[in-house]
């Protein structure tokens, strides 16, 4: 298991910036996620803002990194004490909850788009990082993630036919995974 990468500390100010879009994200969706608008809820001038983030960007990889930092805190912690149900399903069922939890933040750092050049260097990989060492096998944990993905993002759209039990289904990938 490898440490979690080094992600650059936040001014004071620049943490609050990055609440308050979070919170917007979170409450209105990404569309309300404008410069224009976060400056007026965190009190400031919109050219203000942009001496902390200098574009929208910028304040979405801030957000895709606290994303990345709280999951591969939460699913390493899931292979690390995953309970009686096993890794597998752990890091399946923990992976669940983060969506479910956080439906507009999740979409945000899966979907297109994603920053890369702006995140801290390994921490996509290190918060994927769970899936290998629940399966073992590179190939196998591509696949587990794609499920936990494909999974997550129907079940937040509300995807999935009216009266299907999304727990045994959950249930059922995590028990193919572990068995492969």
Do not use: C
């Amino acid at each position: 298991m490898t440490d979690a990468p080094v992600v650059v500390a936040r001014s004071e100010r620049a943490s609050e910036i990055v609440a308050t879009a979070r919170r917007i994200l979170e409450d209105e969706g990404r569309e309300a996620l404008t410069m224009r608008r976060l400056a007026d809820e965190v009190g400031m001038r919109a050219p203000s803002l942009y001496k902390h983030f200098p574009a929208k960007r910028h304040v979405e990889a801030a957000l895709v990194e606290d994303a990345f930092v709280e999951m591969g805190e939460v699913l390493h912690r899931a292979v690390r004490r995953p309970g009686r149900r096993g890794p597998v399903a752990a890091v399946l069922g923990r992976y669940r909850d983060l969506a479910l939890t956080n439906p507009h933040l999740y979409r945000l750092a899966t979907g297109p788009g994603l920053a890369r050049d702006l995140l801290a260097p390994g921490l996509e990989e290190w918060a994927g990082e769970p899936f290998f060492l629940a399966t073992g096998e590179p190939y196998l944990a591509q696949a587990m993630w794609a499920f936990a993905h494909g999974m997550a993002i129907l079940e937040i759209e509300g995807r999935f036919p009216a009266g299907s039990d999304l727990e045994r289904t959950w249930r059922s990938g995590a028990e193919a995974f572990s068995r492969s």
